[in-house]
């Protein structure tokens, strides 16, 4: 019998997974929930097994996810991004099970998922960090700690949860009297999300880069680095755009962060793929910020310049094998951009677009073009999860080369029914700041102009959505 892996996600990451696991000659498990039940990842896996009408909340039921993989005989569980994937509690309950987790040990997730924790790690290791704080207590007294903070460092500060993550559990405390009304709040609403009610406060380092580091260990300690992302184009602390490699970093200050990032994982014994993010200061400054214990959507763009599969490595290196490279095999080329293809509507605040139908999907292709999705003609988008529908990745040997290459795919890339960024998008590639490598993370909140876009109207794209819906009714009830 072949090797069974479970997929304890959905969509695209699902996919990917899949993919990966059908690629090494094994059997992929999808899992799903009812609002899923017409997702594509479901249909491309070996087999499929529904854990109950959700939404959400089966995908993150720890006892159903294990039951289901112990019932399909799979011998380890790929958790992919969100969802279980940081979980500790999972990871552990993979490891009492005798069941595989495809990431790093339930302690090193415990360790660097308290983000004082990890703090704490890494400033015995040396490793450069923000200005903040331990846990602070609560009620009056942990708000004294807090002001007392702020009128050592000074405005800007930055609340956030203990046990936060993806851009959730933080507050931007502009004084000391705004500090004093958002205390109590962001503690209830830590609770609310992590059931933790723990914060701390960091020093907020003024429209930094966000910048991430790709590392992959294996179970001797060997860890390698596979080069480094900007992330800074974001919305609401969600990431929109990804680069490979880092623009404006000299190659210095790459070789530089990317081996502190190594340093990073090894403090930690860390094992499996990994992502150690930084804020990068306009002097040329970085300060350690998380690492998150996961594969991330963007690691595409690595994957990109790199050639080297980043999931299927993840796979070998769980079911026993060693790293087949090592840093001076990495070679980076070229440039690599990720842009989030989402059902939002960018002109209403990125509000989400589910449960609208997709009536026209034409997708991009050609040299040096990746997409990683599973929308198709005729699918309703649920509700009920993320807005993300497709990634769009695009390589070229000049950053020039690759946004003229987006450009175009994005020109030829057609969405019918609900709103999506990618007029968004073709407004940032023409913005002369973007194009030039000008942006950190106030970029959205400094160029106004993005969303001074009209909805797609030309000729191509009208005439692909008629026939479009010619084929799939017998009639055309598009109105041009």
């Keep these: 019998m072949k090797t069974k892996i479970l997929v304890a996600n959905r969509g695209e990451i699902a996919i990917r997974i899949i993919r990966a696991i059908q ?3 094994y059997e992929a498990v999808a899992i799903y929930e009812t609002p899923d039940k017409d997702s ?3 249909r491309i896996a070996d087999e499929a097994i529904w854990l109950g009408d959700g939404p959400r909340c089966d995908y993150l039921n720890i006892d159903k996810v294990i039951n289901a993989t112990i019932k399909s005989g799979a011998v380890a569980i790929h958790p992919g991004y969100g969802f279980l994937a940081e979980n500790a509690d999972f990871a552990r309950a993979c490891e009492d099970a005798g069941i595989i987790f495809i990431g790093p040990s339930s302690d090193a997730i415990d360790k660097l998922g308290n983000k004082v924790m990890a703090r704490t790690i890494m400033a015995e290791a040396g490793i450069p960090m923000v200005p903040g704080t331990q846990n602070l207590k609560a009620g009056e007294e942990g708000l004294e700690e807090a002001r007392e903070f702020g009128r050592k460092y000074g405005y800007p500060i930055m609340l956030k949860a203990t046990s936060g993550g993806g851009g959730r559990g933080i507050r931007r405390v502009e004084t000391e009297k705004e500090l004093g009304e958002q205390y109590e ?15 701390y406060l960091e020093k907020v380092v003024v429209n930094p880069k966000h910048i991430e580091v790709q590392i992959i260990a294996d179970s001797t300690g060997h860890t390698v680095h596979l080069g480094t992302r900007d992330c800074s184009i974001q919305r609401r602390n969600q990431k929109l755009v990804e680069i490979a490699p880092a623009f404006q970093l ?3 200050q790459q070789e530089d962060i990317s081996q502190t990032a190594v340093q990073a994982a090894k403090a930690a014994n860390y094992f499996n793929a990994g992502t150690v993010e930084f804020l990068f200061d306009s002097d040329g400054s970085y300060y350690f910020m998380e690492i998150n214990t996961r594969i991330q959507v963007e690691h595409t763009v690595s994957e990109m310049i790199t050639g080297i599969d980043i999931v299927r490595t993840q796979i070998k290196l769980a079911l026993g094998k060693e790293l087949l490279f090592g840093q001076d095999e990495v070679q980076l080329r070229g440039h690599a951009v990720e842009l989030r293809i989402n059902a939002e509507d960018p002109k209403n605040n990125f509000m989400p677009e589910g449960g609208k139908t997709v009536r026209v999907y034409r997708s991009p292709g050609g040299y040096g073009v990746r997409l990683d999705g599973f929308c198709y003609q005729g699918y309703t988008i649920p509700q009920v999860y993320d807005s993300l529908l497709v990634k769009l990745t695009v390589f070229g040997w000049s950053w020039h080369e690759t946004v003229d290459r987006l450009r175009r ?4 890339f057609v969405i019918s029914g609900p709103k999506t960024t990618i007029p968004f998008f073709l407004n940032l590639l023409d913005e ?8 950190d993370t106030s970029f959205l909140d400094t160029h106004d102009n993005l969303l001074n876009y009209e909805e797609d109207a030309s000729e191509v794209n009208k005439l692909a959505r008629l026939i479009a819906e010619i084929h799939q009714k017998g009639e055309n009830t598009y109105a041009a």
Excluded: M, W, Y
């Design 250 to 252: 000299t190659p210095e």
């Design 432 to 439: 002369p700041d973007f194009q030039a490598g000008n942006f």
């Design 40 to 42: 594509k990842h479901i």
């Design 185 to 199: 709040i962001a503690r209830a609403e830590s609770q609310a999300a992590f059931n933790d009610d723990s914060v």
């Design 23 to 25: 690629e090494l000659n």
């Design 409 to 412: 795919c994005l020109n030829n």
